[in-house]
């Protein structure tokens, strides 16, 4: 994964903030040599803008693109970029996890810790009235309790598990 901040040309005062078009993206791949052909458009949220002109651009270079979002705003991606919704349930700033981002999801990722988060999760279907094929849970944090209900609820949902390995490795 290519993280634009570190790749592209600054064109602000921040360390953290750089400016770039899709052509910009583009370019950098190409001027780079990068290989890989599966590209994955994450955050903050990137779900605040408009994706198709950078998603179409890609797939008309042979790349494949993905999106993971919070859900809680409108997906504006061409049909054929995956999408990765990590509904962010009773989030800061009162936003709602969107039934229109719940029904284009291609799969749930969600972190959980307490049984809360598995009911949580399981009221945000049968309000958005979506029951996804696949539903990914991932431990917040690497205690036992929280491993053993991710692991427990997705054998008994027929759910995946999802591990943030770089937890593991000692990578933040």
């Not at 999106?67 to 349930?89: D, H, R």
Request: glycine share 6%; with cysteine.
């Amino acid at each position: 994964m290519v993280s634009l901040t570190q790749t592209v040309e600054k064109k602000s005062d921040s360390e953290h903030w750089a400016k770039a078009d899709a052509e910009d993206i583009l370019a950098l791949f190409q001027t780079r040599g990068y290989r890989a052909k599966h590209v994955v458009i994450t955050g903050g949220e990137p779900c605040l803008f408009d994706l198709n002109p950078l998603c179409e651009l890609l797939h008309q270079h042979g790349y494949s693109t993905q999106v993971e979002t919070s859900g809680t705003f409108e997906i504006k991606v061409p049909a054929q970029t995956w999408v990765t919704v990590s509904p962010k349930i009773n989030m800061r700033g009162g936003y709602e996890v969107l039934a229109s981002a719940m029904k284009r999801a291609n799969e749930i990722k969600h972190p959980v810790a307490m049984q809360k988060h598995v009911d949580e999760l399981e009221a945000l279907f049968k309000s958005t009235g979506v029951h996804p094929r696949l539903v990914y849970l991932q431990p917040i944090s690497q205690k036992a309790k929280a491993t053993k209900l991710a692991i427990d609820t997705c054998i008994e949902k027929n759910w995946r598990l999802s591990v943030q390995v770089h937890k593991y490795l000692g990578i933040n």
